[in-house]
């Protein structure tokens, strides 16, 4: 079992940034890999960027590249999503979830076991 819970959501404007948190915890969660999905309202959950346990292996979607950075910190309890030049197309609820080590296709949302509540990021104009 693993447990996720995000924070960090909130509103900015264009062109600000964010940071959101997903703390991981359960006894197996050093074998899953972390990643950040979102949904905007009307449209299918999408993958933002994964990191594997060691923060050593990262991949980002392409609309994200550049902007957005993914880490784990020290005690690989915590996975960041540092968010910068925020723009409103980046408005959706923002997921973590954790990807057993078994599996490599990491932008696919159905073959994540485990995931967080959500926490929402509002862009304004």
Same mark, same amino acid.
């Given at each position: ?15 600000? *940034?964010? =940071?959101?948190?997903?703390?991981? *915890?359960?006894?197996?969660?050093? =074998? ?24 050593? *292996? ?8 550049? =902007?957005?950075?993914?880490? =784990? ?30 599996? *490599? ?21």
């Amino acid at each position: 079992q693993v447990q996720l819970v995000e924070s960090g959501g909130g509103l900015v404007q264009t062109g600000g *940034s964010l =940071r959101l948190s997903c703390a991981a *915890s359960g006894r197996t969660v050093s =074998r899953y890999r972390i990643s950040w999905f979102r949904q905007a309202p009307g449209k299918e959950r999408e993958f933002v960027a994964t990191a594997n346990w060691s923060g050593t *292996s990262t991949y980002y979607a392409d609309s994200v590249k550049g =902007r957005f950075t993914i880490s =784990r910190d020290n005690a690989k309890t915590t996975v960041y999503l540092q968010m910068n030049s925020l723009k409103p197309e980046d408005t959706a609820v923002y997921y973590c979830a954790a990807l057993s080590n078994y599996y *490599s296709d990491y932008q696919r949302a159905d073959y994540h076991t485990y995931w967080g509540q959500g926490t929402q990021v509002t862009v304004s104009s």
